[in-house]
């Protein structure tokens, strides 16, 4: 009798929990209208140049000195550094080792290493060191001891036999920068067209601007008789610098033509000294969707009179698409 008893409160029990869970809302529960919504902003690298002939570098301006518009709306500032308080330099050198690099090797390595012991601040910047032909070869990732990267360029000995460069932007910027905590900077060597990469330039351009990474292009086809063995003399400006040129200037860097030792290295101390004298702002779009539209950017003075003065320099436009950075 007690075990019948059991079995009929049993099977009640049961008979209510499942009523109890078949009367539940089968619908997700909404989100909580008090839950933070994200929100995605832009880091812009900013330089500010005078417009006299010297084009010296301007430093000491603030937030205040700025205004930021993005397809002609102006825009909400929500952070900015100057050279007092810009956080560290992640900086990848990428090294043409193509077959026309043959003859000045030891050029283009020689201009590495100066690049890198010019530019990276002590114990706060970080370098990296990558090669390109028709491999994409990375032969030492970030760090802070010259002595590494200058051993990892030491041991370049060999070219290929095609010029991968956009590939090896893409594969830097994508793979070493994208969560780099700090600026991000690209810097190519290289003497000559692309031949080989499956990326196009436009794909170099839109993940640089993506990672919000500023390139910084070296050519080194100029040259002056008997300067640089391998270095043809009148080839400045044509096909392969224009595309060079349009890399830098489109992701708020510039391009350097030479192929003189001297002349190389006053081009690293502009280097040096810009990114030392960098201002980042950074804001937060108004239009807050991912609709993958390309959209302008326009960074002016609030003051007319610096506007008369000086140059801004900065990177013109984005894609917004939704990615993943720190």
Not at 145 to 152: E, I, P, V
Not at 227 to 251: A, F, H, M, Q
Not at 298 to 303: A, L, M, Q, S, Y
Request: charged share 30%; glycine share 6%.
């Amino acid at each position: 009798m007690k075990s019948l008893s059991k079995i009929i409160f049993a099977f009640f029990a049961f008979s209510i929990g499942a009523a109890s869970v078949l009367a539940q809302d089968p619908t997700p529960t909404p989100p909580d209208d008090d839950e933070p919504v994200s929100v995605f902003e832009v880091r812009l690298p900013v330089t500010v140049t005078e417009k006299k002939k010297k084009k010296e570098l301007v430093t000491g301006l603030n937030q205040n000195d700025f205004i930021i518009y993005e397809d002609g709306v102006p825009q909400e500032t929500t952070f900015f550094t100057n050279e007092l308080n810009n956080p560290p330099v992640f900086v990848g050198v990428l090294m043409d080792t193509s077959p026309s690099t043959s003859g000045k090797l030891t050029f283009s390595k020689r201009a590495a290493k100066d690049f890198l012991y010019t530019v990276l601040q002590l114990r706060k910047d970080k370098g990296a060191f990558m090669t390109f032909d028709h491999r994409v070869e990375l032969h030492q990732d970030f760090t802070d001891k010259t002595d590494l990267l200058d051993r990892a360029v030491e041991r370049i000995k060999d070219v290929g036999s095609q010029t991968a460069l956009y590939d090896a932007i893409w594969q830097f910027a994508d793979q070493k920068l994208r969560n780099a905590p700090g600026r991000r900077v690209i810097v190519v060597i290289t003497d000559g067209d692309d031949t080989f990469s499956k990326a196009e330039l436009e794909d170099a351009i839109d993940i640089a601007q993506r990672t919000e990474t500023t390139i910084f292009g070296i050519s080194t086809k100029e040259g002056f008789l008997g300067s640089v063995p391998g270095v043809e003399v009148g080839t400045i400006k044509d096909k392969g610098d224009k595309l060079l040129e349009k890399l830098c200037e489109e992701t708020g860097g510039r391009a350097f033509f030479t192929g003189d030792m001297l002349a190389l290295e006053r081009s690293f101390a502009k280097i040096s000294k810009e990114l030392k004298g960098q201002y980042i702002v950074t804001y937060k779009p108004e239009n807050q969707e991912f609709d993958g539209k390309t959209r302008k950017i326009e960074v002016r003075f609030r003051d007319k009179k610096l506007e008369k003065k000086y140059r801004i320099r900065t990177k013109t436009e984005y894609r917004a698409i939704r990615d993943t950075l720190k």
